[in-house]
């Protein structure tokens, strides 16, 4: 390798030519000079001639003279030594030499020639340069800026061109995170379809409420469903299976034994009144069936979104009509309902006189009837359960913490009047 020149110095300027020596009163014919002696590095040579860069004798002022003009060998035809920054490329020892200091040309400082993976970013040529060989940072082996189209796995991504910051994977490609898969998600690595709202809150603690698609029995006949999950209430991982909105018409107890209704309709995929009922194939095909297990259920009643009371079940092995019950019920916003007493505590409640999801303590003509819940709708034998004439399905419950007294609380305008009531499995 030969020496480099410092920032500084400048391409060294030809050797200046040397006059010839005068000629001695000994020249003879053909003689440019004589000096009388035998010493080639002088002014004149031993052929008489006046001694000159390229004359393959290296004279006072010459570093090097190899007798030829080829600037690729270790002597340059000014008679300097090779060295690099000289602006000429030496073969066998320099890549390249263009005379300068600058790294972010074709040619780095040591005259070796720029390429992706030295380190240094070459204007116009590359994005960035981390010198090393990953994909998985952000410059790709090839020296560009990560991209969610370059076809490789690069950056963030969790495959080619998906998953991190590009957009989500679809099944069946790899994961980090369940939020790299558009399924939301991952499974040992891999996007996949969940088979529960709990199976994604527990691959992804900070998953949100919303809608997502499950599929109960995995790799089970039963398809695909879209549904609705509650990630944050009592720990999260709640399936909505079944809702019924105030003032549309239908008969609770018929709908929630009947087929599924409107599931496929997204619109009704949150916690909102809505012009239709939502049931979900979830309870005729997978209720404690077809290797689906639930431990936990819960009934709420909504205003505006929000619950206002709930009643929380366990569900092991039970059947999709007997976890109605108060020897179920593991917890509720109502102290005083463990200890009942009840008349009814049932989903098909007083059908008579069509009064479901019937949570009652006693009966004793219209103005002593109380109790927790009450979803109702024709015929109504007393004025409080239609709530001054509101239309069915009438959705009413205790306001306090305690059982109501019905009438008196609809008089005094005091009744609990929800919006939305909904079932959740877990």
């Known amino acids: 390798m030969r020496r480099r020149q410092s920032a500084t110095t400048a391409t060294p300027a030809p050797t200046p030519a040397r006059s010839p020596p005068a000629a001695t009163a000994s020249s003879g014919p053909g003689e440019t000079c004589d000096d009388g002696n035998q010493i080639d590095d002088d002014d004149c040579t031993n052929a008489c001639g006046p001694a000159s860069c390229g004359d393959g004798k290296v004279q006072s002022g010459e570093e090097c003279d190899d007798g030829n003009p080829d600037d690729t060998d270790m002597c340059i035809s000014s008679c300097k030594l090779a060295l690099c920054g000289d602006g000429f490329v030496q073969a066998g020892s320099e890549a390249c030499d263009d005379a300068n200091d600058v790294d972010t040309d074709a040619c780095l400082v040591g005259c070796i020639a720029a390429k992706c993976g030295d380190g240094l970013v070459q204007d116009g040529v590359e994005d960035c340069d981390d010198a090393n060989m990953s994909d998985l940072d952000m410059c790709t082996n090839a020296c560009k800026t990560p991209a969610c189209d370059d076809k490789i796995r690069s950056g963030d991504e969790s495959d080619v061109d998906c998953g991190g910051s590009c957009p989500a994977c679809p099944l069946g490609k790899a994961c980090a995170t369940s939020p790299d898969c558009t399924s939301k998600f991952c499974n040992l690595g891999t996007c996949e379809v969940p088979k529960s709202c709990q199976q994604i809150k527990t691959a992804d603690p900070m998953a949100s409420d919303g809608t997502y698609t499950i599929d109960p029995d995995g790799a089970g006949p039963g398809a695909a469903i879209t549904a609705y999950c509650d990630m944050k209430t009592d720990g999260g991982g709640w399936t909505m299976v079944f809702k019924l909105s105030s003032g549309v018409a239908g008969d609770a107890n018929n709908l929630w034994n009947g087929a599924a209704l409107n599931e496929s309709d997204p619109a009704l995929l949150d916690l909102k009144k809505s012009t239709k009922h939502y049931v979900s194939g979830y309870i005729a095909n997978y209720w404690n069936k077809g290797g689906v297990v639930i431990t936990d259920?819960?009934?709420?009643?909504?205003?505006?979104?929000?619950?206002?009371?709930?009643?929380?079940?366990?569900?092991?092995?039970?059947?999709?009509?007997?976890?109605?019950?108060?020897?179920?019920?593991?917890?509720?916003?109502?102290?005083?309902?463990?200890?009942?007493?009840?008349?009814?505590?049932?989903?098909?409640?007083?059908?008579?006189?069509?009064?479901?999801?019937?949570?009652?303590?006693?009966?004793?003509?219209?103005?002593?009837?109380?109790?927790?819940?009450?979803?109702?709708?024709?015929?109504?034998?007393?004025?409080?359960?239609?709530?001054?004439?509101?239309?069915?399905?009438?959705?009413?419950?205790?306001?306090g913490v305690s059982f109501t007294n019905w009438q008196t609380a609809v008089d005094n305008n005091q009744i609990g009047f929800a919006e939305v009531f909904a079932v959740f499995v877990r």
Do not use: M
């Open 297 to 399: 259920v819960r009934t709420h009643v909504y205003k505006n979104a929000a619950i206002q009371k709930f009643w929380k079940y366990d569900g092991t092995t039970t059947t999709s009509i007997n976890w109605f019950t108060n020897t179920r019920l593991t917890a509720s916003s109502y102290p005083d309902l463990p200890g009942g007493p009840f008349n009814y505590y049932a989903i098909a409640g007083d059908g008579a006189n069509g009064r479901r999801w019937f949570i009652n303590r006693q009966y004793g003509g219209c103005n002593v009837d109380a109790g927790w819940l009450i979803i109702d709708s024709a015929p109504d034998p007393c004025t409080w359960e239609t709530n001054v004439n509101a239309p069915a399905l009438r959705i009413l419950y205790a306001p």
